[in-house]
């Protein structure tokens, strides 16, 4: 196609913007109010995702040491456990440690307790490099000499982890399904535009037109629906997720994704969703009206 008939077609889907003020305003805002969803939901989702990584990375076993083992068994004991595949770090709580740190925990509950009766037995702290793999390196762990018990809270850990997935999986089949809901709304919205123009198809058909010369101009209008139906929702999440991630780093164990590049990758998304769906919704509306 000429540079030219395409320049002429850009210009006449313009003008029909104007020309259908009322059945325009309807589309963009039908575009408006389901883009501005989509993203709501599009940083949502990311974020959800990534708090139930960080809930996951806080995982890790507690590896005790068998009662009377000596500093050279506890040294070679670690050697073995850094060895492991799939052990991230390992770090050595003694005892006296243990004991001081359920001291500050429970206070007065354990002021003026005899260190000489400490109950405690030494202990590794293992972090796993796959959260997901933990309970098959405990059963690799409890196979070391030297190793009492390991304990990671396996009842609890498991919950945690079918929540994570499924907090995963819902939010990724919900976004999958509200950009399918996104292009049958505006689709059948643009269908409303185009119907109130069936006539003026019918006579462009009856002239001679071909299907690509009427359909050109409707595909830059649904282009510049699209594009201008994604400006508001680009601008008030742009504005709502900044005024969020700020007032986020109050809360430390919940700390939303940065600014950047997280919104403005899904301010690309939305505004190329908004002319994608545009496009598309103008050419299967207008396909039916093409039949004359």
């Not at 243990?98 to 429970?106: F, I, S, T």
Request: charged fraction near 20%.
């Amino acid at each position: 196609m000429k540079a030219r008939t395409l320049g002429r077609h850009a210009r006449e889907g313009f003008r029909n913007l104007g020309r259908n003020g009322w059945m325009t305003f309807a589309s963009i805002s039908a575009v408006t109010v389901t883009l501005l969803l989509l993203g709501v939901f599009l940083l949502l989702a990311y974020n959800l995702g990534e708090i139930s990584k960080q809930i996951e990375a806080q995982v890790e076993m507690n590896v005790f040491v068998v009662e009377g083992a000596g500093q050279a068994e506890i040294r070679e004991l670690e050697r073995q456990l850094k060895a492991l595949p799939g052990v991230a770090t390992t770090s050595f709580v003694s005892k006296e440690v243990a004991l001081e740190q359920m001291r500050e925990k429970l206070k007065d509950l354990l002021e003026g307790y005899d260190d000489a009766d400490n109950p405690l037995p030494d202990k590794f702290v293992v972090k796993p490099t796959d959260p997901l793999q933990i309970e098959a390196l405990s059963k690799r762990v409890e196979t070391l000499p030297l190793v009492a018990k390991v304990n990671y809270g396996e009842e609890t850990v498991t919950q945690m982890f079918q929540w994570t997935e499924w907090i995963r999986n819902a939010g990724g089949v919900f976004v999958v399904g509200l950009c399918f809901t996104a292009l049958f709304l505006i689709s059948n919205t643009i269908k409303v535009t185009i119907f109130a123009r069936r006539k003026e198809i019918e006579i462009m058909k009856l002239v001679g037109a071909t299907n690509w010369f009427i359909r050109w101009p409707f595909l830059f209008e649904g282009l510049l629906i699209g594009v201008l139906g994604s400006l508001l929702p680009m601008l008030a999440i742009y504005v709502a997720y900044d005024y969020l991630y700020v007032a986020s780093a109050a809360f430390p164990m919940f700390q939303l994704a940065p600014v950047d590049p997280l919104v403005h990758t899904v301010l690309g998304i939305l505004i190329a969703i908004g002319a994608l769906i545009g496009m598309i919704g103008s050419v299967m509306s207008i396909s039916r009206f093409l039949k004359v």
